[in-house]
């Protein structure tokens, strides 16, 4: 056999090889990342720090697309670490989430909402749908000063329960299909498990009822549309705890959850620039 097609075929190997281990090394090594600086944002607040990221970005698999969503598996490993928590040691939730499930959101809540000690729900960029409904259930809510949250009022599928209902007020029943009017008892009674639920969030939180029943009824019936971002100054307004402290472990944290692969569409020079004049650049003239 010719000794240079040995080599080929031995070196063609190897970096097949290669190529097939080094995404299994990158992806371990990222995990590693992550758990240090869980560790090391646990012992600066002495805390229980539990993240929920999800990319909104799809991602491709053998041609197709995928999207994360808050699903009943996310929900049983919250509980789990809750479960592990101390009732005396505060929680630190980390979200970052288009919304899911609407079951899964509502148990995540609820537990966080009867842990003991304080809950502070850290929101870097956005929290939508059942991400609120999270966020409304931590004695403390702490966002960027540009991230959102959104209404929790319930969809059936990709239909607004709130817009189902406003059929009753365009036609008389005779003329409404046997579906619709289905659909239109259904959506009577997922907003009103909705405002129920937002509603004993908040009184478990300390709030007042009426301060209650204002916020659940803003946020759960319909007002805006379902992806409508809900900013600081409008959550403050409502009568929420909101605090903008976000700690700068958390942005750095976001990083190691990379966008899919592929051609960018956003870059810069990732170092923070000094405004002109400012820095070590020599000394006033007097």
Do not use: C
């Not at 012992?43 to 720090?49: A, N």
């Not at 009732?87 to 970052?96: A, N, R, S, W, Y």
């Not at 036609?171 to 405002?195: F, G, R």
């Not at 942005?251 to 820095?279: F, K, N, W």
């Amino acid at each position: 056999m010719d000794p240079s097609y040995f080599f080929i075929s031995q070196l063609f190997w190897l970096i097949f090889l290669l190529l097939l281990i080094m995404p299994m090394i990158k992806a371990q090594t990222l995990e590693w990342s992550r758990e240090r600086l869980i560790r090391a944002i646990e012992e600066k607040r002495k805390s229980r720090v539990i993240t929920m990221i999800h990319r909104q970005e799809t991602r491709s698999f053998l041609g197709f697309f995928m999207m994360r969503f808050i699903t009943i598996e996310d929900s049983e490993q919250v509980l789990r670490a809750i479960r592990l928590t101390p009732d005396d040691m505060p929680i630190d939730f980390i979200i970052h989430t288009p919304g899911g499930l609407a079951l899964a959101a509502t148990q995540i809540a609820n537990a966080l909402a009867e842990h003991k000690a304080e809950v502070r729900v850290i929101v870097p960029h956005y929290a939508m749908s059942g991400g609120t409904l999270i966020a409304l259930a931590a004695d403390q809510i702490i966002m960027d000063n540009y991230a959102v949250l959104g209404p929790v009022d319930p969809q059936l599928g990709q239909e607004p329960a709130a817009s189902i209902i406003k059929i009753e007020e365009l036609k008389e029943p005779k003329d409404i299909e046997d579906q619709y009017l289905v659909k239109i008892d259904m959506s009577k009674k997922a907003l009103k498990q909705m405002y129920d639920t937002v509603k004993n969030l908040l009184i478990k939180k300390g709030y007042d009822e009426e301060k209650a029943s204002k916020i659940a009824e803003e946020l759960s019936q319909g007002k805006w549309t379902h992806d409508y971002p809900l900013t600081v100054d409008y959550l403050r307004e409502l009568g929420l705890n909101v605090s903008t402290d976000v700690p700068k472990e958390v942005y750095a944290l976001m990083d190691l959850y990379p966008q899919p692969a592929g051609t960018p569409s956003v870059q810069y020079i990732p170092v923070p620039y000094q405004r002109p004049g400012s820095g070590n650049s020599g000394s006033a003239s007097k």
